[in-house]
């Protein structure tokens, strides 16, 4: 299936936006107005994760971590679907479930006063960076992904995976790059730099640890150290010569799952970005 049809109908207002993680000028939360997934949300162990499966069975499976405003916002659900379509199964853990960014009180659509100071009082207190640091591989993230979703997918017949992230979610994918069962992954609008600030870790280690072909598409809004030919690829170069693709795009920050497509510029972003990490994914896994 093409990828034209996965970025239509996202609204243009704005409902929450993003966090310390994210740079200046990200694209705040948007929420889909009329897609339907075709999926369902499923108990994995500890955590309730989207899972499509395709027709078929497969033993290609992916698992997607979403930006910080979790599964259920933006085209999360809908990028498992086209993954789904085109023969993966596709797993997207609601790791924010029980520690989330912003309260359950979150209007689904548009912004009230509440959710404003909310935002505010976090961002100056610090509260973001806290969160964050509850969500350090080490000490959660790995554990989850590797007992668990890992376990889980196994059960039901996968045996080579893959690791897509999204902003916030782009560390957790690119840990998985360090593991024999990933053969793959590809981030979007990486916030590597400022997680790793928050969990006290070293960005460009992680990097260094990488074994298998990478994807990296930066944004306008990424510091250079994450944009091409920056410190963060330099150092997944020096670990995986002739394995890393790293590109620059002009829109912002978010915009492969938050970005306005009624945008023309912005829909073919998106759909450029689908475009390249299906192929990613078909020719590694």
């Known amino acids: 299936p093409g990828a034209e049809s996965l970025v239509k109908r996202i609204a243009d207002s704005p409902v929450m936006a993003p966090c310390s993680c994210c740079p200046e000028g990200a694209e705040p939360l948007r929420e889909m107005k009329d897609y339907k997934p075709k999926h369902s949300m499923v108990r994995v162990n500890s955590l309730n994760c989207y899972v499509a499966t395709p027709a078929q069975s497969t033993t290609k ?44 009180s979150t209007p689904s659509f548009g912004m009230n006063y509440c959710c404003a100071m909310e935002f505010l009082c976090l961002l100056v207190c610090g509260g973001f960076d806290r969160n964050t640091r509850t969500f350090a591989w080490d000490t959660y993230l790995k554990a989850k992904v590797t ?14 995976f893959g690791a897509v992230g999204f902003c916030w979610g782009t560390y957790g994918a690119m840990q998985c790059a360090a593991f024999p069962e990933f053969k793959c992954c590809a981030g979007f609008h990486p916030s590597n730099e400022g997680f790793c600030k928050a969990t006290k870790e070293d960005d460009l280690e992680v990097c260094r640890k990488i074994k298998c072909p990478q994807l990296m598409i930066s944004t306008k809004n990424e510091s250079a150290r994450w944009k091409p030919e920056g410190e963060a690829h330099k150092a997944c170069l020096a670990a995986l010569p002739g394995k890393v693709t790293w590109k620059s795009s002009e829109q912002n920050h978010g915009y492969m799952t938050r970005g306005d497509t009624n945008k023309p510029e912005t829909f073919e972003a998106v759909k450029q970005g ?10 590694n896994l």
């Open 274 to 283: 689908c475009e390249e990490m299906l192929q990613l994914l078909k020719e």
């Open 147 to 160: 007992d668990e979703v890992l376990v889980f997918m196994k059960s039901k017949g996968v045996q080579s």
């Open 61 to 104: 499976g992916i698992i997607m971590f979403a930006d910080m405003f979790g599964v259920h916002t933006g085209r999360h659900k809908q990028f498992c679907d086209m993954l789904a379509e085109n023969g993966f199964m596709a797993v997207c853990p609601d790791f924010l479930e029980k520690s989330p960014y912003m309260s359950k």
